[in-house]
């Protein structure tokens, strides 16, 4: 489907660029490999975001990919690829913004992987066997991004802790109005199944 948007923002001329993301496990689903094949072949605009949260669904990385890093694959269809500490925001922004300028200024394609950790499970009802420790270490204000870009703009002097303050409360408002709204709002009717549906 991204490949399909980048052909059609290129033949547009819009300046579009299509991000695709996925994670470690659809990694190794052949169609991502057709893909990187033909983006390359048409140089699109586009750029492959594969979130390494080291889990798929409930499948730890380990026992699913042969390499520790795979953004290098895409060396093997001549396409660039980075490497971006998928917690820290400002290394993502900085390698999206690389990828974004090549693809802007006809360059083509680029593949990102974030390295990352899904602190949730995949969905709320398949069981995990991960330990408590390995999560909470992930979880801590260490390694959470939003906690962790907060205190670059903390100590940077970018935002003064009552901007920060005055943000969360924004957030949880925003939030809270959102599953108001969700409750409150009646179920779509069976007709709306199809809409916005080819
Ligand atoms: C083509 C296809 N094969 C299998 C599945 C079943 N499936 C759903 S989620 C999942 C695991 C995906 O793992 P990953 O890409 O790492 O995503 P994450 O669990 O990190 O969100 C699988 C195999 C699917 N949805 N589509
Ligand atoms: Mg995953």
Known sequence: MALGAAFSARY?????????FFS??????????????????WTMPLIYVCENNRYAATTPAKKSVCTEDIAPRAA??????????????????????????????G????????KTYRVEPHC??????????????????N????????????????????????IHDEVERELGDAIEFARSSPFPKMEALEN???
């Open 24 to 41: 470690e496990g659809a990694s190794n689903q052949g169609v991502l490999y057709e893909c990187l094949n033909m983006a390359r072949l």
């Open 107 to 114: 360059g083509g394609a680029t593949f990102i992987e974030c």
């Open 76 to 105: 093997a269809f001549g396409l660039p690829w980075a490497i971006a500490d998928g917690n820290d925001v400002l290394d993502v922004h900085a390698k999206t913004a690389e990828a974004v300028f090549r693809a802007r200024s």
């Open 196 to 198: 916005g549906v080819a």
């Open 143 to 166: 390694r959470d991004p939003i906690l962790q870009f907060e205190r670059v703009l903390l100590e940077t002097m970018v935002l003064t802790r009552e901007a920060v303050a005055g």
């Open 124 to 141: 709320g009802i398949i069981p995990d066997g991960r330990g408590k420790d390995e999560i909470n270490a992930w979880k801590s204000g």
């Open 12 to 20: 547009r001329g819009t300046g579009q660029v299509a991000v695709c």
